[in-house]
């Protein structure tokens, strides 16, 4: 079992490009959740989703798409980059509701 | 917005010190999780929490909940160097789907 992984790992971008973020779970878990993380401020919600073909906003979904429309993958776009968007970003995955989450290794985002 | 708050948000001891580490939140739970990460790596579960149990213990993890403060604790006994690491409580927001994440303690263990 690889768990989550996600893809790629680091990214440059210039403001205003576009680039979609993957995210994919080898343990049949309903629910997955994208954060990012920022130096002094902990992991924010982004998007979530509590099944295929499900989605809903987080604390910051602004600049931000997602789409599950396989089980096993939750992907995450941003359609104009921003320099605000630099960030850390995570993917997490659980079975069920209030369960423990599982997170990939995280992607690296640079938005100059 | 932040429900869980980690106290305190550095902290530095000596290999073999217990280290604890204290979380406060808003709001009814149904649980509480903390997570650890190593320096630019993912955040791995260490342990939950329900809020009808006061007490769990994993290997030398021990993790009180004190639902009447909203507030649960973290001590790492006998800490080892590899236990360095960012510590984060999360919770749930009663029957929310969602995890709020603190901004974490900042565990530094000497040699």
């Known amino acids: 079992n690889a768990g989550v992984t996600q893809t790629p790992k680091f990214r440059v971008l210039k403001t205003g490009q576009s680039m979609t973020l993957l995210c994919a779970q080898d343990?049949?878990?309903?629910?997955m959740y994208w954060y990012r993380q920022d130096p002094g401020m902990g992991l924010r919600l982004i998007h979530y989703s509590v099944g295929e073909g499900t989605t809903a906003k987080g604390e910051v979904p602004d600049g931000y798409n997602v789409s599950r429309l396989k089980k096993q993958n939750f992907l995450l776009g941003l359609e104009s980059a921003a320099p605000s968007q630099t960030s850390v970003y995570f993917c997490?995955?659980?079975?069920?509701?209030?369960?423990?989450?599982?997170f990939g290794s995280g992607t690296q985002l640079s938005v100059l | 917005s932040q429900q869980g708050e980690e106290d305190p948000q550095a902290l530095s001891i000596q290999e073999g010190e217990n280290a604890t580490m204290n979380c406060s939140y808003k709001t009814s739970i149904n649980n509480l999780q903390w997570y650890r990460q190593n320096s630019g790596r993912g955040l791995v579960h260490l342990i939950l929490i329900r809020s009808n149990e006061r007490e769990k213990h994993s290997g030398r993890l021990r993790v009180t909940l004190d639902t009447s403060k909203k507030s649960s604790s973290l001590l790492i006994t006998a800490s080892r160097a590899a236990d360095t690491a960012s510590y984060f409580c999360a919770t749930d927001e009663g029957s929310n789907y969602k995890l709020t994440f603190g901004k974490g303690t900042l565990l530094t263990v000497n040699p």
């Open positions: 343990m049949n878990h309903e629910y």
């Open positions: 997490a995955s659980s079975y069920r509701e209030g369960e423990k989450l599982f």
